[in-house]
């Protein structure tokens, strides 16, 4: 089945989720939100990542056109960021060819749906970005048991999303709460600070 602008608009709009039940519609529908002129021009809110004290080697799972992971690399820290969307990934390239070399030969995007990395392909990471990325998957306990998978010896995946849904019903599916941090972070035997 074609994947139609009807389509992507019902599931933008729509309560009943149906992009979330194939991972191809929810693809194609990334494909069309990434395409959005509010999405291409989002920019880093330093503000919003305070809270991250990076080290070692990064990954940015759900990176967007990939502002946070472009910041660190111009720190000087090794950079990967991932995202499903090959728009935003264009973005994300785009904004890289104009930095200095230096930063552009630290940092590389992947165009991926995070479940299907795999650590002996791409390696394991010291900080592990997951800002705002958890309220738009279609399974976020399989982006956090990812995120651990990718974990090196002494690794901390830094996380943050709304509490409650907001935005858009079709990329906002749910908020994150504090309970459901905890939860989770228990069951993979997570310490959280």
Do not use: W
Request: net charge negative; glycine share 6%; aromatic share 8%.
């Amino acid at each position: 089945m074609k994947y139609e602008h009807k389509d992507y608009l019902h599931d933008k709009n729509s309560d009943d989720l149906l992009h979330t039940k194939s991972l191809a519609r929810f693809r194609n529908y990334y494909e069309k939100l990434g395409k959005e002129p509010v999405q291409l021009s989002q920019q880093l809110e330093k503000e919003r990542i305070n809270f991250i004290q990076p080290f070692g080697r990064i990954i940015e799972l759900g990176c967007h056109c990939g502002f946070i992971s472009l910041h660190y690399a111009q720190k000087g820290f090794e950079v990967v960021g991932v995202d499903i969307s090959y728009p935003l990934i264009d973005e994300a390239n785009k904004r890289l060819s104009v930095l200095e070399d230096e930063a552009k030969n630290r940092c590389r995007f992947i165009v991926s749906d995070i479940e299907s990395l795999d650590p002996k392909e791409i390696g394991y990471f010291d900080t592990i970005i997951l800002t705002e990325t958890l309220e738009h998957c279609i399974d976020p306990d399989v982006l956090v048991k990812k995120a651990k998978e990718l974990m090196s010896d002494k690794s901390k995946i830094f996380i943050s999303a709304p509490a409650e849904r907001c935005g858009d019903k079709g990329s906002h599916l749910r908020g994150i709460n504090k309970k459901y941090i905890n939860k989770i972070a228990n069951s993979l035997d997570l310490n959280i600070s």
